[in-house]
Every structure is written in C-alpha cells, then in structure tokens.
C-alpha cells in the first residue's frame, strides 16, 4: 500500500488503487476512509482497513460523490464497522437509491459518447444502497474524532463533490482532478464544469502542497496551479 506522511505525523493510506483509488487517514486517535471502490472490490478493502487501521478504530467514510466507482461498498463498510457516513446532502438521494447519474462529457468526443450511454440503462451504474448519516452542505470538521482534517465542497464534476483536507498538508479531491500520464488533470467527466476554477481555487487555498485524486497519480500544487491559470 502506498502512504504519505504529514508534518503533523498524519498517515494517509492508498487502500486499493491506482486506477479507481480508495485512501484512509489515519490518527493516534482513530481513521477515517474516503470512498469505497467498486462493489467487487469489498473482500480486498475490508482486508487493507485492517492492515491500514491496526488497532486503530475506523470512525467514518466519507463519500467525495455516490458515483457507482466511489460509492459501490458504502453499505458494506458501514455494516461492517457501525459507522457513519458523511456525504453532501446533494447526494445523500443517489445513496439512498443506489444509483448516482453518469455526469457529461467535459470534451467534444466525450460528450457525444457520455450523451449516448446516459440514455441507456447501464447494470453496472448501481451499487447497494444506504442512507448517509451525516449530510453537510459546508466545511465539516473531524477534530471530534482527534483528525485534523475537514470535507470541503469542491462542486464541478457533481454538484455535491467532497474533498477531504488532511493536516493543511494533503487534500483527497475525488473526481475533482484527474492524475492521468502527461500531467492530464482536467477530469473527463463533469456535470458542471464551470465550477471547477472555483474548487481548484479553493483547494489551492487549503495550503495543501499535494493532491490525491481517486483516478490516477498524485498532483503537485504547482501542476494545479498551472492548470487553474489556464481555466481562469
Ligand atoms: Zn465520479
């Protein structure tokens, strides 16, 4: 499993990844996980929460969206560790039905191939359903569970997007950005693309130096910055 170290001693967790990525951060105090995968991959995660977690209590999931590749084990996660999920009341509806809409094409070609699929019924769009415990619509701090860590809105490739702020230091962005080859980070898919520049903004303002998105290789301040000078 690959980590990374805050200054503050922070540890987050690449649970599964790198091509649909599930994080945990991890505290003296207790962990929390940010997005669950694909429902096939529920075996081999609750295995790496107990490698990642040790003796340590796995207090929350939260949720950066309800797409079927973020949300597919949150009910598993949530039986199985009795704990609550966070997610932006935006999405807490797609939860509860166990299935999230496709966002739209960013790009010429992609808009015309998601405008296709979205007309179609697609199985594997669903996962199994639950209810989100804790629904925010605004920063939410975790310091009552000893992280210094918060959600934060970063709305663009859905409306109700999370990132997850650890330490001021490392910022777990969802489908906010993409860490493709050849410093690709404009996600491919968004339902509101335009408020991207305001969430990249955002983000660049947590002070965080390092950027995890759940598709792909981590991103450097300086590669977002690039990439906000050349939306704005
Ligand atoms: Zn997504």
Known sequence: ?????????LLVHRLVGPGCNVYLV?????????????GFTGKKLLQRVELACAEKQLKALVLTHTHFDHAGN??????HFKLPIVVHEEEAGYLKKGISPLPRGTQF??????????????PFQHFRAVRGDILINDRYDFSEYGLNVYALPTPGHTKGSLSVVVDNTIALVGDTLVGYVLGHNYPAFADGPDQF?????AL???????FLPTHGGAIKREALQVLLDKHL
């Open 26 to 38: 991890s505290g003296p105090s207790g962990c929390i996980m940010v997005d669950s995968s694909y």
């Open 1 to 9: 499993m690959r980590q990374w170290t805050t200054e503050n001693g």
């Open 109 to 122: 070609y992609n808009k015309a191939v998601m405008n296709m699929v979205r007309r179609v019924h697609i």
């Open 204 to 210: 660049l303002d947590t002070g965080c130096t390092t």
């Open 197 to 201: 520049v305001a969430s990249w903004a």
């Open 74 to 79: 949150a009910a598993l996660i949530k039986e």
